[in-house]
């Protein structure tokens, strides 16, 4: 049977959910490149990093964190990855303000180029001409979301080439995360 992909978002509609600001140095300082945590590659941590809350609410297991929509998972989230997806993900413990159970932050190391846009309800791409020429021929937008699973070379979690938006995971990666109970994920085939 063909692996079926699912988009891992953050389901909004939690009663009473809390909202994570970007992750900050111990001393409460910015980090050089909050967006490195969204590229789809591995990165070199040389600090322990502190997420703020930015708006305070119900602890999620799954949430993202500041513009870069920066995973941020507890123990049993962390630990499925660790478990089904040890190639894909990096994972790096976080302070959470005002929390003391373990929180991480979770860095998908792969970026794979494989949206159907053919399949997708609509693709908009940057071109030259756009506020953002350094992106030209790269995603702006995409409506209904679809990829081709062909080229997904046995990837469990992955980032799209050109999107950084969603974060891919596998079906049985969804499964298991569904079993624990996820609180704050939603999912969406792709």
Do not use: H
């Amino acid at each position: 049977m063909e692996q079926r992909f699912f988009d891992l978002n953050i389901d909004v509609y939690v009663p009473g959910r809390w909202y994570l600001a970007a992750p900050t140095n111990l001393a409460g300082e910015e980090i050089e490149d909050i967006w490195q945590f969204s590229a789809g590659r591995p990165v070199e941590l040389r600090e322990r990093l502190r997420v703020p809350v930015y708006r305070p609410g119900k602890p999620l297991d799954f949430t993202t964190a500041g513009p870069g929509q920066i995973p941020i998972v507890n123990e049993r989230v962390a630990s499925i990855f660790r478990e089904l997806a040890p190639d894909d993900v990096q994972i790096f413990p976080v302070d959470v303000e005002g929390q003391t159970s373990p929180y991480f932050l979770l860095n998908v190391t792969r970026e794979i180029r494989c949206i159907d846009d053919a399949a997708c309800k609509e693709v908009q791409y940057f071109t030259k001409d756009d506020v953002r020429a350094d992106k030209a021929g790269q995603y702006r937008s995409v409506i209904g979301l679809r990829i081709d699973k062909s080229k997904t070379g046995g990837a469990r979690v992955f980032r799209l080439w050109g999107y950084f938006i969603p974060i891919i995971v596998a079906g049985d990666l969804k499964e298991a995360l569904e079993q624990t109970g996820i609180a704050g994920g939603r999912f969406d085939e792709v």
